[in-house]
């Protein structure tokens, strides 16, 4: 084999030429192996995100990464898996609720999913705030879990894309997370190694969503496809809008009960509307319909019967979750709770997610650092969404924080994001476009 330095490779990068397969499996071994130290990979990194990377380089990368630790093998358990995965937003409850509606109309869902950071919550912390239920499972236990009733959700396991893991922290600290290349790879990695046939992408864009515009969403969404169909999965992306929460909950235990009345016909008509579209299209690559209106009515069908219920709570009962606190809502919400009323009459204009986001976590229902812990009771509610017609003096958000203290440091904030106006907000379409 040729001798490669990787000072050669960052010198040819920085110039903007594209790198080999070869050079691009020697950085990422050699940064996972420890043989190409943190400084260099910043470079790497830095040289990348101002050069970007053709569509064969980013396959590439994503390949070496999928390549980097173990990968599952689903193939064992027979049927077509689908992953579904979504670019982060608040509120985005939608994995807990397209899960069940999704197996229970015969496609198999194999998930692992990621915990919440800053402002974006994460599927793993919400599940988190069911007692007892075991987010870490073996791979046995899983693939056993997944042939028994067809539905599991756990965190990343250790060695599954250790590459990422470790560029992603480094991304963090260089001010490289924001590439498109790295980015996609990143995504589509976790999605190859965890062995799933068919991949749906919700990529989100607005004020909530990391892609601010449509345009950096549908940039970022071809460009995962592409990846997918290069490496032989069928992947569909879903560009839905995020300039406000998704639903009315934003917080973990309060997104559980949430996602609980859904999946008995009482949901959030934006939650279900998305909801629907991404499951319809798993169904779909999962081979059960061909129409994807066909794919909602069956979704319908499985939310109407109560399959779709029992099927979430067999999967929080499997993973040894107290799914009776749940159907009793006795999940544990913060004590510290106050309303935040309007001040005139007329309808609710639109809130701005990211700053709806923050106010969560300053409440102690997000992380601030990766090492941070978080109150799984706290968080907010909206009890009036935009284009809604309150009354002077009626709550439009209920808080529930930690402590006093928490609670008066949310109050300042979420007293600038509430507006009421004499006309109604004109709210943007929920999906934007989809990309096959």
């Keep these: 084999m040729i001798h490669m330095r990787m000072v050669d490779l960052l010198e040819k990068k920085r110039d903007g030429k594209s790198l080999s397969k070869e050079e691009i499996c020697f950085t990422i071994e050699g940064y996972v192996q420890g043989t190409i130290p943190d400084y260099q990979m910043a470079a790497w990194a830095m040289a990348v995100f101002f050069r970007g990377m053709s569509l064969e ?3 590439e990368l994503t390949l070496a990464m999928a390549q980097s630790g173990n990968q599952l093998d689903l193939s064992s358990l027979g049927g077509r898996f689908v992953d579904k995965h979504s670019t982060g937003g608040v509120g985005d409850k939608t994995t807990l609720l397209v899960g069940p509606m999704v197996a229970a109309c015969g496609v198999p869902v194999a998930k692992m999913s990621g915990r919440g950071l800053g402002h974006t919550g994460g599927t793993i912390d919400k599940l988190s705030s069911v007692p007892g239920f075991r987010v870490e499972l073996t791979q046995e236990e899983f693939l056993a879990q997944v042939k028994k009733i067809g539905l599991s959700v756990i965190a990343q396991t250790g060695n599954l894309v250790p590459a990422d893991k470790k560029l992603y922290a480094l991304r963090d600290v260089t001010a490289t997370v924001n590439s498109i290349p790295l980015i ?7 999605k190859i190694a965890a062995g799933a046939q068919g991949i749906v992408l919700d990529v989100k864009y607005g004020s909530g969503a990391f892609m601010k515009t449509v345009d950096e969403a549908r940039i970022l969404a071809k460009t995962m496809v592409d990846i997918g169909k290069a490496l032989g999965r069928q992947t569909i992306a879903v560009l ?3 300039n406000q929460p998704l639903g009315r909950a934003v917080g973990n235990s309060l997104e559980i009960l949430e996602v609980a009345d859904a999946l008995q016909g009482k949901g959030s008509p934006d939650l279900v509307e998305v909801s629907l579209e991404l499951g319809a299209w798993m169904l779909v690559a999962g081979e059960i319909v061909s129409k994807v209106e066909t794919g909602k009515e069956r979704l319908r069908q499985s939310l109407a019967s109560g399959a779709a219920w029992n099927k979430f709570l067999a ?5 040894g979750g107290d799914a009776q606190a749940v159907v009793d809502r006795r999940l544990r919400i913060a004590s510290w709770s106050l ?9 609710v204009q639109l ?3 990211q700053k709806i986001g923050i ?3 300053v409440l102690g229902a997000g992380r601030v650092t990766k090492d941070s812990s978080i109150d799984l009771g706290t968080g907010v509610i909206l009890v009036k969404k935009a284009g809604e017609w309150v009354e002077a003096g009626e709550p439009i958000l209920q808080l529930y924080g930690s402590n006093q203290e928490m609670l008066t440091e949310g109050l ?3 007293q600038n994001l509430v507006a009421v106006g004499r006309e109604a907000p004109k709210l943007p379409p929920l999906i934007e476009e989809v990309i096959l």
């Design 57 to 59: 380089e980013t396959t």
């Design 184 to 190: 996609a790879s990143s995504v589509m990695s976790k």
């Design 240 to 242: 839905s809008n995020m």
């Design 315 to 319: 999967f929080l009962t499997e993973q």
């Design 339 to 347: 309303p935040i009323l309007a001040q005139e009459t007329g309808y």
């Design 351 to 353: 809130f701005d997610a």
């Design 359 to 361: 106010l969560a976590m």
């Design 412 to 414: 300042k904030l979420a």
